[in-house]
């Protein structure tokens, strides 16, 4: 039913009780009040499964905007009470319209719980704006990048990404963001297989603290696709619940802070492994004795000081400056078919990779790229 339709069948319903209460008696009022009863019935169990089941699962209805359920409710209840008749058939018509009035009022509580539920979301979203337009936001990825550039030398590594999430959940919990709902948490729940807090648990004391902050935390955000991402309405509900306790405004704050932080090392994690993917699907070529860490981390090396390019091909460089590489790297790494494997990775015959490193070691300004690897690769 849509809302049009609900309303129709409603006015209509009641219209033909009230005509049914102003007849007088005949005989076959036992039958139409039978009959009557019946399409009340037919009514309540049509909204009770094509509307309060909808509304019951969160289900979107197109209902809620033009319908007073409560006025509807009212409507049928005052049809009821105004009764003359008596009997058993008068009593079916009566419990009938009861259950409808009641399917009515249970519609209705559905509803203003999912309209609750806008408000809760509608009060997170209000604050998570006012928290972004905000000097501490802009300071929180300014400090982000910081950390990118100077402790990851701009390349951050998954492992890296994970400690600093882990790393700031910890301050979160450190500072009592939680510590409302952590006190009438009964027991901590255990999130297996979701954020490693290795780190403390040589302390018992500390390792149970954290279980209890983090199972508290879940009860707001939700655990998906390797991310802790905020449930608004959840997250809504606790502001409002937590409004009057000590220092509430900055525990909203440090909650919308922290939470900022951990997306950005999510977003970060995304385009780490979105990249790895891309680079492993265009380095196929790649022969096997270069995909070991050792030489991974010497070729991205070369990567970073521009002498590759990001397929590990020789960025602008000469036959000489190439078997140059190709020896450095292969020094460092213990790599005995040199030309063969730089041959098959660049698409160059062996030989002439060789004869290349003969012409190199004969010319004075080889030394000077022969001291630019050193210092790359050092």
């Known amino acids: 039913m849509i809302a049009k339709e609900i309303k129709d069948v409603i006015y209509n319903l009641m219209k033909k009780v009230d005509a049914m209460w102003k007849e007088q008696p005949s005989a076959g009022t036992k039958y139409r009040l039978m009959g009557l009863a019946a399409d009340v019935t037919e009514v309540a169990e049509a909204l009770r499964n094509e509307v309060l089941e909808r509304a019951s699962h969160e289900a979107v209805v197109d209902v809620d905007v033009d319908i007073d ?31 409808l009035s009641d399917v009515l009022m249970q519609i209705d509580g559905q509803l203003s719980r999912h309209h609750k539920d806008e408000e809760y979301a509608r009060l997170y979203e209000v604050e998570k704006r006012r928290y972004l337009y905000s000097g501490t936001s802009r300071r929180t990825k300014q400090d982000f990048e910081e950390w990118k550039d100077h402790a990851c030398y701009g390349r951050p590594q998954l492992a890296d990404i994970e400690d600093y999430r882990v790393e700031k959940l910890l301050k979160m919990f450190e500072k009592g963001v939680l510590n409302g709902r952590v006190e009438h948490m009964q027991r901590a729940t255990r999130y297996p297989d979701e954020v490693d807090f290795s780190q403390v648990d040589a302390n018992p004391r500390i390792t149970k603290t954290v279980n209890h902050h983090y199972a508290a935390l879940r009860k707001i955000v939700d655990y998906k696709d390797g991310c802790l991402v905020v449930d608004p309405v959840r997250a809504g509900h606790h502001f409002f619940a937590s409004r009057k306790e000590p220092n509430a405004k900055s525990n909203r704050t440090n909650f919308l ?122």
């Open 69 to 99: 359920y409560v006025e509807l409710s009212e409507l049928v209840m005052a049809v009821e009470d105004e009764t003359p008749f008596s009997g058993d058939e008068k009593d079916m018509v009566n419990e009938a319209l009861g259950v």
């Open 257 to 378: 802070k922290y939470m900022h932080k951990i997306y950005l090392a999510q977003e970060e994690m995304e385009r780490v492994e979105v990249s790895a993917m891309e680079v492993e699907e265009e380095r196929e070529n790649v022969p096997d004795k270069l995909k070991t860490p050792e030489a991974e981390n010497l070729m991205e090396a070369l990567v970073d000081a521009g002498v590759l390019n990001e397929d590990w091909w020789p960025n602008g460089l000469s036959g000489t400056e190439r078997a140059l590489v190709a020896k450095a790297v292969s020094e460092r790494i213990d790599l005995n078919e040199v030309w063969q494997v730089f041959g098959q990775l660049w698409n160059e015959k062996p030989e002439t990779l060789r004869s290349y490193l003969n012409k190199a070691l004969e010319q004075k300004k080889s030394l000077k790229f022969q001291e630019k690897l050193n210092h790359v690769l050092r």
